[in-house]
């Protein structure tokens, strides 16, 4: 059973235009939410968090929205730039645990230029 | 260059033979992770130490493999008698003790076994 998913593999976007990364999961025990950047033979690279207390997060070109009733969220970039070319993961916690994060599949972003 | 470093970075092996990956935590970082990705999948969690205590361990973390931590700093990962199927890329990563501190995660281990 997949607790977060992500269903689209791939994004190609314009430079400058806005991306738009989705990420579905099925626990309501999650209350802690991240976005992480892989470049190929790197590791993830932390990007951007929220917490079940927030419902959008911003961090310069990167915004996180986080929809609790409908276990959703979404990872917006505006503009986006060539160099943001790679796979984004979403991830999930729990504050009550390990705090283990649970990623779904990935997306890769492709950036045009 | 203070980030969390996992040696070696690659590495090629015999099915049946036993492999060892270290990792090297931030250094303030009392918590440290190892997860195992696969192609086309996200790092799937595998075990937790808080300091020297090993605290949780996924049922991916067979009995084949055993991990340590002593002292509390760096981390080992032991895959005894290794299978095709453990072939992947091994992935450690570290936090500090905040409320919600996000993981950092090194460069990973890339196992193939032949």
Known sequence: ?113 | DTGVSQDPRHKITKRGQNVTFRCDPISEHNRLYWYRQTLGQGPEFLTYFQNEAQLEKSRLLSDRFSAERPKGSFSTLEIQRTEQGDSAMYLCASRGSGRYNEQFFGPGTRLTVL
């Open chain 1, 1 to 113: 059973d997949q607790q977060v998913k992500q269903n689209s593999p791939s994004l190609s976007v314009q430079e400058g235009r806005i991306s738009i990364l989705n990420c579905d999961y099925t626990n309501s025990m999650f209350d802690y939410f991240l976005w992480y950047k892989k470049y190929p033979a790197e590791g993830p690279t932390f990007l951007i968090s929220i917490s079940s207390i927030k419902d959008k997060n911003e961090d310069g070109r990167f915004t996180v929205f986080l929809n609790k009733s409908a276990k959703h969220l979404s990872l917006h970039i505006v503009p986006s730039q060539p160099g943001d070319s790679a796979v984004y993961f979403c991830a999930v916690g729990s504050s009550g645990s390990a705090r283990q994060l649970t990623f779904g599949s990935g997306t890769q972003l492709t950036v045009l230029p």
